[in-house]
């Protein structure tokens, strides 16, 4: 086995790629947890990045047959990365951003805001709005809203970077999901499956399950697919947006472009890469068909490219995956947390935040002290821990970051 270290303690095995000693205990029991669930398949993959989180734990991978946890999706159904490499270098860009960070704030709603008026750009996308009439009755009244922040960042750990790569090209890169509508969707259904009666005996219920066959199953399916779909665009709708502010700076912007030379000369798919890392997806591992959830985990098919962010002032990487199939080919969706939002505004200032984001245009405010680098994992760390799942690509540095 390829992985760093196993997991004991539950019924299924669990594959680490990290040291549990560097795993929070509370992860730990909720990893347990997850493998300890009758429908899992050979083994639970637990990606570097790895932490606490709802349900099921943030950085890992589980097969399921005929089944599958909502908690193992997670509430950002969707969330993920994209990023464009453009024809600019860094001799194009000002010395001063902050007039290019104002112009994308204006144009791009953050936080928990939505477009004034739903534009055309939104609207063009009918079938996904045709769609919204077949999704749950509870947000049958919530269309308007889900029109309206398709192209929004979000808040938390979403965010907005120009980068550039080690030959000084640069690169746009975003993080976001499926936005206030998708946390709707996962609610609900996470509420209807902790009801169902063979849920009952479950060490913890925030991992009830739906099974195969059933109509809260097919329910689930329906909506989470359409929500997945939602965040892509989202995202889309996002680069699209940056990309008109961008040319109003560099009229002659072109994007995505991919390289002329080197290892990745003419691949269009290195140059332009959108991944979900909160999603479900079928497939087939170690000789059955099941459903995948990766939860803070991309997917690194071999030749597939990803992205792995790191944090604010930190190092973010392409990748291209290697189709490890320990890892039911996947990969981690970033540096992860290493400690909580609130620890983090106790323990770092306003002048530490300025100092660990030296030379990025950003936001430096006691509002974003909880996204400082330091409450991160080191994300040369977890790119080593997994060396065996994915390949470098290009490696980005942040010198713009628009935060949620």
């Not at 909160?278 to 939860?295: F, I, M, Q, W």
């Amino acid at each position: 086995m390829a992985a760093v270290a196993e997991l004991g303690g539950a019924r299924t095995p669990i594959w680490m790629w990290t040291r549990p000693q560097e795993v929070d205990s509370a992860a730990l029991d909720q990893l347990r947890a997850v493998a300890d669930l009758p429908y899992v398949h050979h083994h639970v993959a637990v990606m570097p990045d790895v932490h606490l989180g709802k349900g099921a734990t943030v950085g890992s991978v589980v097969a399921m047959r005929d089944a599958v946890s909502p908690a193992a999706v997670g509430v950002d159904i969707g969330c993920g990365m994209a990023a464009v490499r453009t024809n600019l270098t860094a001799s194009d860009l000002p010395d001063d951003l902050g007039a290019i960070r104002a112009a994308v704030e204006a144009v791009i709603p953050v936080g928990r805001l939505g477009h004034p008026t739903v534009s055309g750009r939104v609207r063009s996308h009918r079938e996904l709005w045709d769609g919204f009439a077949d999704l749950h009755p509870l947000v049958s009244g919530r269309l308007e809203r889900a029109m309206a922040q398709l192209g929004t960042l979000g808040s938390g750990n979403h965010f907005i970077e120009l980068c550039l790569d080690t030959g000084d090209q640069v690169w746009l890169m975003l993080h976001s999901g499926s936005r206030n509508i998708g946390k709707e969707l996962a609610e609900v259904h996470i509420g209807i499956a902790k009801r169902l009666a063979h849920n009952g005996d479950l060490r913890d219920r925030d991992l009830a399950v739906f099974l195969a066959g059933t109509a809260e199953m097919r329910a689930y399916r329906h909506d989470l697919v359409w929500a997945q779909r939602y965040a892509q665009l989202n995202r889309v709708t996002m680069l699209g947006l940056y990309q008109d502010v961008l040319h109003g700076f560099f009229p002659g912007l072109r994007l995505p472009v991919a390289p002329q030379s080197g290892p990745y000369a003419g691949e269009r798919a290195f140059a332009s890469v959108n991944c979900h890392h909160n999603y479900v997806s079928e497939e087939h591992h170690y000789g059955a068909d099941v459903l995948v959830t990766r939860k803070g985990a991309i997917s690194a098919r071999s030749g597939e490219y990803g992205i792995i962010p790191g944090s604010m002032g930190t190092r973010s990487y392409i990748v291209r995956g290697l189709g490890n199939p320990e890892s039911f080919h996947s990969a981690s969706h970033g540096a992860g947390r290493r400690m909580s939002r609130s620890k983090a505004k106790k323990m770092f200032t306003v002048e530490d935040l300025t100092a660990a984001t030296a030379g990025v245009e950003c936001r430096k405010d006691a509002g974003v002290i909880d996204e400082i680098p330091a409450a991160y994992k080191d994300i040369e760390q977890v790119i080593a821990n997994q060396r065996d799942l994915v390949a470098v690509a290009a490696e980005l540095r942040a010198v713009l970051c628009v935060k949620g």
